[in-house]
C-alpha cells in the first residue's frame, strides 16, 4: 500500500513539472530580460546626440553610435529617454536611470555624485565672438563713426563750444560790436568760432577779446583747451579703435573685459563662476550665440567641440571661434555608484576605440577635426 502512494506521488510531481514548470521558467525568463533592460537617459547635443535627417524619432550621433557598439558587445538590451541636463545628472545621481550617455564633462564636483567611464573624448572651453572677416575694414570704421558713443563725444565738444562762445559773447557785445555785437545769434557764433580756433590751436586773428572778462576767459580757455583736445582726442581714438574682442582672448585677464555668455548649468558656466567671471546664462547655445549676433554680449564660453560644430552647421558666416582653448574637457558617460555596468562598460569602450570603425564615426561627423581619446 505504502508503495503504491509513493508511486502515486512521484507521478503526480512528474506530472506537474511537466505541465507546470516550462510557463514558470518562461515567466522567470520573461521577468529577468525585462529586469536586465537597461535605462539610458540621454541628452540632444549634437554632434554627439541628435535626432535622425530621415526619422526624427531616431537618435544619432557620436555617443550614441558609441554606446550602440558598447551595448551590441556586451549583448545588452536598453530603452533610450531624453532629458535635459540638470533633470538627467539628477536622475544619474539618485539610480532612476542606470547610464547617462552623451557630452557630458567629467568634473570634480560631479564625480562626488556619480561615477565616470573612461574619457572618449578631449576638448576644452572655447570661445565664440563676432567673425570679422565678415565686414570690410573701412565699413567698420565707418560704423564707428556713426556710433553712439562717438555721437556724444562729438555733442559733448559742441556743448562745450557753445558755452565758452556763449560766455565771451556777454563779456564782449558792448566793448568789441564790430567782432561779436551783431545781434545774440551772429554774436553767440563769432564766440563759438574763436572758441574753436583757440581750441584747435588755429588762430586766425580775425576776432579777439579786448575787455578784461574776455581776455580772462581766453586765458583760461586756452590751458583749458590743451586738456581738453588731449582726451577728446584720446576718446575718439578709444572709439575708432577695433573692438577689444579682435584680439585672441588668451587669459583670464582678457575675458574679465568682455561681456560673456554661457549655457545655464554648463560646465562652461561653473568655470565662469569658479574663476569669478561674470556671464549671462542662457537655456541652451543658440540663444546664447544669438545674443552675440545681437550684440547683448561679446563672446559665448561653452565647450569647444559643441561651439565648432554650431559655428560650422549655421553659424559659419557670421560666428567664430578663437583659437585656443581655456580649459581641457573629457567627456564620458555617467553611472549610478558602484554601479555593475561601469567594468564591463570600460572593457568594451575601450575595445571600440582602438577599431577603425570608431575613427570612420568621428570623422563622419567632425571631418578632420577629431579630438577621440
Not at 557785445?173 to 590751436?201: C, H, L, P
Not at 560666428?319 to 567594468?343: D, G, I
Request: aromatic fraction near 10%; include cysteine; proline fraction near 4%.
Amino acid at each position: 500500500m505504502q508503495h503504491c502512494l509513493k508511486t502515486l506521488t512521484t507521478g503526480a510531481f512528474l506530472l506537474f513539472n511537466l505541465l507546470f514548470l516550462p510557463m514558470c521558467l518562461a515567466e522567470n525568463s520573461s521577468n529577468t530580460a525585462e529586469e536586465s533592460t537597461i535605462k539610458v537617459g540621454i541628452k540632444h547635443t549634437p554632434p554627439f546626440i541628435m535626432p535622425s535627417d530621415s526619422d526624427p524619432n531616431v537618435w544619432q550621433g557620436i555617443s550614441i553610435e558609441l554606446w550602440r557598439s558598447i551595448a551590441n558587445e556586451n549583448g545588452w538590451a536598453y530603452e533610450l529617454t531624453a532629458y535635459d541636463l540638470p533633470t538627467l545628472l539628477d536622475k544619474v545621481k539618485k539610480g532612476d536611470i542606470d547610464i547617462a550617455v552623451g557630452a557630458l564633462t567629467v568634473t570634480a564636483e560631479r564625480e562626488m555624485d556619480m561615477d565616470f567611464t573612461q574619457p572618449y573624448f578631449a576638448t576644452g572651453l572655447g570661445v565664440a565672438v563676432p567673425s570679422q572677416h565678415t565686414e570690410a575694414p573701412w565699413w567698420r570704421m565707418v560704423k564707428h563713426f556713426f556710433s553712439l558713443r562717438f555721437l556724444h563725444l562729438v555733442a559733448l565738444l559742441l556743448t562745450v563750444l557753445l558755452v565758452v562762445g556763449t560766455v565771451l559773447w556777454l563779456f564782449e557785445r558792448r566793448r568789441n560790436q564790430e567782432q561779436f555785437d551783431n545781434g545774440a545769434v551772429k554774436g553767440i557764433g563769432s564766440g563759438i568760432w574763436w572758441s574753436a580756433v583757440t581750441m584747435t590751436t588755429v588762430g586766425y586773428g580775425d576776432k579777439a577779446p579786448v575787455t578784461f572778462g574776455g581776455r580772462l576767459l581766453g586765458l583760461f580757455w586756452m590751458f583749458s583747451s590743451l586738456i581738453l583736445v588731449s582726451s577728446f582726442t584720446a576718446a575718439i581714438t578709444t572709439t575708432l579703435t577695433v573692438n577689444h574682442l579682435d584680439r585672441p582672448i588668451q587669459s583670464l585677464s582678457k575675458l574679465s573685459e568682455a561681456r560673456l555668455g554661457s549655457v545655464t548649468d554648463s560646465s562652461s558656466m561653473e568655470f565662469l563662476r569658479k574663476h569669478r567671471l561674470h556671464a549671462v546664462a542662457y537655456n541652451d547655445l543658440d540663444t546664447a550665440l544669438k545674443a552675440v549676433l545681437n550684440g547683448r554680449v561679446e563672446a559665448v564660453v561653452y565647450d569647444a567641440s559643441l561651439l565648432r560644430y554650431r559655428l560650422y552647421t549655421e553659424y559659419s558666416d557670421t560666428l567664430e571661434m578663437l583659437p585656443k582653448l581655456l580649459m581641457p574637457q573629457s567627456y564620458a558617460f555617467a553611472l549610478p555608484h558602484n554601479s555593475p555596468l561601469r567594468e564591463q562598460t570600460n572593457r568594451a569602450l575601450l575595445k571600440i576605440q582602438a577599431q577603425a570603425q570608431w575613427f570612420e564615426v568621428m570623422y563622419r561627423y567632425l571631418g578632420n577635426d577629431d579630438n577621440a581619446l
